[in-house]
């Protein structure tokens, strides 16, 4: 027990971390460039934030959360999801009082208390976009269009944008008594979700993934076949956007957020290799959250990815992080002197922004060596009595053997050289 994490949670180790730190220094990357700031939440919020702002007929809040009282004895829930926190800081702070849009992105971990499997852990992280003050169907392409142009820069193929509209209150409610029309005969043949869901939440019935269920479904009247015209010409101006930057998308009218305060669009990127956990990145349009939250009435749009299950799909794609580089120089060291001179140096050369390492087993000389090729050294250097009395030693590229004499007392102007060199 002691020694083991709990179910569903997964170290990353220091032979891994080199993954985690590329694709997030990718997705800032692409964020900024698309002039979106960084906004970090609290791990845990109240826990009426998330029953609200999630939704109470939502798989999160009814069994999915990890909740508690604190000593206080108020009710608190880890994070299990980015968007609401984002909602409650947006309002709080007043950012609606700024020049709008407000356009913010986020990493963060997030807690579910779900049956961990591949892809899908109980502590896991997401990368998440969410942009406020403006329901311009333009700012709902720019959101999609980040998470495609970083999936393009990573090289993920195969990958799938889908969109659909899922209405406004107005055409949503005149939907859902259709679709009640619909479903009212078909209901002791759903399964028991389904039947909870038809006085709730209905649309979401449509999202079930139960083969007896989706068999019921074939003929089911479909959101986007009901919208009004003005969430026709939101989806419709959407699609003319997504073409104008060259991004392909599929119509899937069957994709659902079924919440009061998710308007318009929605839209899924699937991967097809993962198998059930193929949905990577999930979002839409949310104009009634920051009003529902207590907030002013404020439109917003954003996605969530879940970043174990982005490297997952890398990993099916055989697509290679980019090692982190190895240290600059090691110095290898003979005699008690050398060790002390080794540590002065050592020192400076990190003062100066070199990435530099010695021993600390008290090696030989050959298993010194051996340990610089295991921290992928570029350079090394050995300082013994000879080289001290003389001050020169020998600085030697582990990549090509190439040998060059230079003075100790100069080895920071010629090592930095060198390594501007190679850049
Ligand atoms: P799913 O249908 O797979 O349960 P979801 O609808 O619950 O997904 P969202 O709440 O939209 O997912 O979260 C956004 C993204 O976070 C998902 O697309 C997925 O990549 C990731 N994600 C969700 N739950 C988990 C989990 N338990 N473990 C790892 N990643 C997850
Ligand atoms: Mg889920």
Known sequence: MLTQAPRGTKDILPSDVYKWQYVEGLFRDVCEKFGYKEIRTPGF??????????????DIVQKEMYSFKDNGGREITLKPEGTAPVVRAFIENKLYADTQPTKLFYITPCFRYERPQAGRLRAFHQ????????????????????????????????????????GCPDC??????????????????????????????????????????KEQLQDVPLMLDHICDECQQHFESLKENLQLMGIPYKVDPTIVRGLDYYRKTAF??????IGSQSTVCGGGRYDGLVESLGGPSVPGVGFGMGIERLLLTLE???????????????IATLGDKAVKEATRLLHQLRMA??????????????????????????????????????????LKNMKTSAQSEVKLSNIIDELRAKLLKEE
Do not use: W
């Not at 969410?130 to 333009?138: C, I, M």
């Not at 899924?268 to 290799?273: F, L, Y």
């Not at 010194?368 to 000879?386: E, M, P, R």
């Open 45 to 58: 919020e109240h826990t009426e934030l998330f029953k609200r702002g999630v939704g109470e007929t939502t």
């Open 127 to 166: 990368f998440g976009v969410e942009v406020f003050g403006t329901d311009n169907p333009s700012v709902d392409a720019e959101v999609i269009a980040i998470a495609m142009m970083f999936f393009n820069k990573l090289q993920i193929q195969n990958l799938e944008l889908r969109i659909n509209s899922i």
């Open 172 to 213: 949503r409610a005149r939907y859902n008594d259709l679709l009640k029309e619909y479903l009212r005969s078909k209901l002791d043949h759903l399964c028991k979700t389904c039947q909870d869901r038809f006085d709730r939440n209905p649309m979401r019935i449509i999202d079930c993934k139960v083969e007896s269920c």
């Open 268 to 273: 899924e990127i699937v991967s097809h290799e």
């Open 316 to 330: 099916n794609n055989h697509i290679e992080i980019p090692q982190a580089p190895g240290v600059d120089i090691f």
């Open 353 to 394: 922004g070199i990435s530099a390492d010695k021993d600390h087993m008290n090696r030989s000389l050959k298993a010194q060596f051996k340990y610089a090729d295991k921290l992928n050294a570029s350079y090394t250097i050995v300082i013994g009595d000879n080289e001290l009395e003389n001050d020169a030693v020998s």
